[in-house]
């Protein structure tokens, strides 16, 4: 008997190891543990170093990527900042100083991806400034189901009213903070 190949899910996760940060546990434990239900995770997530990372940086974990991993470059504020003041600034300003130039790094990337390898779920965390970007390389690389897993404060109806349903892409929305 021929068993069918595992579904390919793309994974888009600004925070992912070796950044140790609450927002990296989650897509990481996913990763790992998708393959159990019959999923082929790829990852494409920012490219964490001991520079950009604000002190959250954990070099335990570099290397220890349990599915194909893509990083791009992450304009994250240089670590001169002393981590209490860009903790701050990340706490304030975040969402107006870089999500939006971000994520349009991260899903021209995705993009590319997309038309390199199929994949049938999207799962893609986005932060609140970045809700239109999302929607709009949803809509251009069309996967057939679409996991939003947000920030709090992202809009969630915003982003499926933007992705709409005339291009046959299905957006699943979960409460993922039950």
Known sequence: MIQDPARRVLMLAEFYHPNSTAGAHRPVK???????????????????TAGNCGGTYDPSLEGKD????????????PSTIP????????????????PKSFARVLLREAMGLCQRERFEVLWATFSPGSTL??????????????????????????????????????????????
């Open 30 to 48: 996913l990763a790992k543990y998708l393959p159990r239900f019959g999923w082929s995770p790829t990852v494409l997530c920012a490219e964490w």
């Open 66 to 77: 349990s599915c194909p991993t893509h990083r791009v470059p992450h304009p994250a504020p």
């Open 83 to 98: 981590a209490r003041i860009l903790g701050r600034i990340r706490r304030e300003f975040s969402p107006q100083l870089y």
């Open 133 to 178: 970007e999302a929607a709009s390389a949803v809509r251009e690389f069309r996967p057939k189901i679409v996991y939003p897993y947000h920030y709090r404060g992202s809009d969630v109806e915003k982003f499926k009213n933007l992705v709409g349903v005339d291009v046959g892409v299905e957006v699943r929305l979960h409460d993922w903070y039950k």
